[in-house]
């Protein structure tokens, strides 16, 4: 069998294996009055576990949140020190970047969409934690941080049945590179064993 007959075949397989049954859904949070008192799953924060399954997937993957908040950093804290996080049962977190980009104490209204590298899989029973969190804890002030107002959409996906994977582009690019590295090798290994000389 030809070698680009087999990278075809092994393509298809491979592009076969990804599709699966997926379902967007959205969850929009009312996040007014969530307090952040420290770093990551602190339990003075204000922490909201959510079902996100519902009994209709078998696995649910989070990977774009929204917001639209009014926050407020008591001295010394600083807003560009809040973040967000959504983590699932077994401890694995999608973390955001700063939120705001102010070195200082206030009052900011932010509004953004935080998406993540990777996803959160939540299996069998799709429960999510959602959170804000102060990356450096402040002990003399409590709370370190306040959401006044507004929202949060989490964007996310149910499956059902086994997970499948979407790669990113640039995985794709890896792959389709590694497929035309092995392509080119065997080329060479067929042309190698072709030429035969003697000494």
């Known amino acids: 069998m030809k070698i680009s ?9 491979i592009a076969a294996s990804m599709s ?4 967007a859904k959205l969850l929009v949070l009312n996040v007014a009055g969530f307090k952040i008192n420290g770093e990551l799953d602190d339990p ?7 079902d996100l399954n519902g009994s209709v997937s078998d696995y649910v993957a989070v990977r774009v949140v929204s917001y639209d908040i ?8 600083w807003l560009s020190e809040i973040r967000m996080g959504v983590s699932g049962r077994f401890g694995l977190s999608l973390i955001s ?11 900011t209204n932010l509004k953004g969409v935080a998406t993540y590298n990777s996803y959160i899989f939540t299996p069998l029973d799709g429960i999510t934690r959602f959170q804000f ?33 979407v790669p990113e582009p640039a995985t ?18 067929r ?3 072709g030429r035969v000389s003697f000494a």
């Open 70 to 77: 009014n926050l407020t950093a008591f001295d010394p804290s």
């Open 191 to 193: 042309t190698a064993i």
């Open 133 to 165: 969190f102060d990356v450096v804890d402040d002990p003399a002030i409590m709370p370190d941080a306040m959401v006044n107002s507004g929202t949060v959409t989490l964007d996310y996906y149910g499956y059902s049945g086994p997970v499948s994977y």
């Open 5 to 13: 007959r087999i990278l075809g075949i092994s393509a298809a397989l």
């Open 172 to 189: 794709w690019a890896m792959m389709i590179g590694g497929f035309g590295m092995v392509g080119g090798a065997a080329r060479r290994r």
């Open 97 to 107: 970047t700063p939120l705001s980009t102010e070195d200082r104490p206030g009052t």
């Open 44 to 50: 003075r924060n204000t922490i909201r576990t959510l």
């Open 20 to 23: 699966g049954a997926a379902s």
